[in-house]
């Protein structure tokens, strides 16, 4: 099935870096979501954006929503050990479905 | 949001054999989803749960070798069917209410298939 383009794949930085990645898709979609997965656990939603160029933040992370609606970008701010995980966009259109991305995985030393 | 309990969280199963992994959801959603996340891998669409009828499949997953059942707005079952070492992966469920936006997710059932 499709998936989004995520960059980059992996990511080691220090405690109290920013991160920056993002999402690309050859589709428009109508909806952009960021989710964070931990070990062992499902996916948790963290961010979703609704409209083409939507700047929106929770706590340390902020979302956008690309102006062609064919890409997302998700930054963290003075990073946290507990911000370690895979990071996953995904993209729903009307149907309802999500289409995930191919996920960032983030390592954060102290 | 709701709160989904997954069963079995993981197993081991020999290959041939044939698991089902039960989604129960603590409040009624319109709409119950099937996920597979290889090893590594991200999330992929297995189906779409339709309470009292036959589970929409995506391109590439067929009803024989994952046959589901939604029998009310609270509960699925995914069956793992005639196992082989490549079903080993994560599967999630996942449910949402009409007109929400974006889903939420159960922890998983983590199969390895010996």
């Known amino acids: 099935g499709q998936q989004l383009n995520q960059s980059p794949q992996s990511m080691f930085i220090q405690e109290g870096e920013d991160v920056s990645m993002n999402c690309t898709s050859s589709s428009i979609f109508n909806t952009w979501l960021w989710y964070k997965q931990d070990p062992g656990e499902g996916p948790v939603l963290l961010i979703a954006?609704?409209?083409?160029?939507e700047l929106t933040s929770n706590g340390r992370l902020t979302a956008q929503f690309g102006i062609t609606r064919k890409d997302s970008f998700l930054n963290i701010s003075a990073s946290i050990p507990s911000d370690v995980g895979i990071y996953f966009c995904a993209g729903q259109k009307r149907t309802d479905k999500l289409i995930f991305g191919t996920g960032t995985r983030l390592q954060v030393f102290p | 949001s709701a709160v989904i309990s997954q069963k079995p969280s993981r197993d081991i199963c020999q290959r041939g054999t044939s698991l089902t992994i039960q989604c129960q959801v603590d409040?009624?959603?319109?709409?119950m989803f099937w996920y597979r996340q290889q090893p590594g891998q991200s999330l992929t669409l297995i189906a779409t749960a339709n309470q009292g009828s036959e589970a929409t499949y995506e391109s590439g997953f067929v009803i024989d070798k994952f046959p589901i059942s939604r029998p009310n707005l609270t509960f699925s079952t995914l069956t793992v069917s005639n196992m082989s070492p490549e079903d080993s992966s994560i599967y999630l469920c996942?449910?949402?209410?009409?007109?929400?936006?974006?889903?939420?997710f159960g922890s998983g059932t983590r199969l390895t298939v010996v």
């Open positions: 954006l609704y409209k083409a160029g």
């Open positions: 996942s449910v949402a209410y009409r007109g929400d936006y974006g889903y939420t």
């Open positions: 409040s009624q959603v319109t709409m």
